[in-house]
């Protein structure tokens, strides 16, 4: 059984989907009340905002690779067009493809950071520990960061076979030129 670079991309495009899916719900649907001091305290994702920012681009980014995974069914119909737009549509996918992964581990990143933060606390801003009263919202919040982390790391290789489908259209000889 042989898998064609397609069908490959199809399969790593739909596991990545399910990662930023789950990504997006460990996040969403993470909180904890816990009683301080005769006092219900609530820890939400809503109270870090680099939390906030990575529910909506793991959402945009799930949207997109969905939105790539129906589009490339119907990219049977470009092969009979000319080389030059089908280039296009593949310059388009690239960039497009990279700026979502770079956005995705940007959003990871800084929800790691700020994670940290609440891990660790920071007594020079007075910003106290939470994972020491919210246990259970700090690591499902950890298993969200793993999850896209690995999802950037399927990204990663999805952006490199657009690198991939893109210049195998150029000539290995000449300059930005397309094979005939």
Same mark, same amino acid.
């Given at each position: 059984?042989?898998?064609?670079?397609?069908? =490959?991309?199809?399969? =790593?495009?739909?596991?990545?989907?399910?990662?930023?899916?789950? &990504?997006?719900?460990?996040?969403?649907?993470?909180?904890?009340?816990?009683?301080?001091?005769?006092?219900? #305290?609530?820890?939400?994702? #809503?109270?870090?905002?680099?939390?906030?920012?990575?529910?909506?681009? &793991? @959402?945009?980014?799930?949207? /997109?690779?969905?939105?790539?995974?129906?589009?490339?069914?119907?990219? %049977?119909?470009? #092969?009979?067009?000319?080389?030059? @737009? /089908?280039?296009?549509?593949?310059?388009?996918? /690239? =960039?497009?493809?990279?700026?979502?992964?770079?956005?995705?581990?940007? +959003?990871? !990143?800084?929800?790691?950071?700020?994670?940290?933060?609440?891990?660790?606390?920071?007594?020079?801003?007075?910003?106290? #520990?939470?994972?020491?009263?919210?246990?259970?919202?700090?690591?499902?919040?950890? +298993?969200? !960061?793993?999850? +896209?982390?690995? %999802?950037?790391?399927?990204?990663?290789?999805? %952006?490199? =076979?657009?690198?991939?489908?893109?210049?195998?259209?150029?000539?290995? &000889?000449?300059?930005?030129?397309?094979?005939?």
């Amino acid at each position: 059984m042989e898998l064609s670079i397609q069908k =490959i991309e199809a399969l =790593i495009r739909l596991s990545t989907i399910v990662m930023l899916v789950l &990504t997006a719900c460990l996040i969403g649907l993470d909180s904890q009340t816990k009683v301080i001091f005769y006092v219900q #305290k609530k820890a939400s994702f #809503k109270d870090l905002r680099a939390l906030v920012g990575l529910l909506y681009i &793991t @959402s945009l980014a799930a949207a /997109y690779n969905l939105l790539q995974l129906c589009c490339s069914s119907f990219s %049977a119909s470009y #092969k009979g067009t000319s080389l030059q @737009s /089908y280039a296009y549509l593949a310059w388009l996918r /690239y =960039i497009l493809d990279q700026a979502v992964v770079y956005a995705v581990f940007a +959003g990871n !990143l800084a929800a790691l950071e700020h994670s940290f933060l609440v891990l660790t606390g920071e007594e020079n801003f007075q910003w106290l #520990k939470w994972c020491n009263k919210y246990t259970r919202f700090c690591t499902q919040i950890g +298993g969200s !960061l793993l999850c +896209g982390f690995v %999802a950037s790391l399927l990204m990663f290789s999805i %952006a490199s =076979i657009s690198a991939f489908n893109l210049f195998r259209l150029y000539s290995p &000889t000449k300059f930005m030129h397309l094979k005939l």
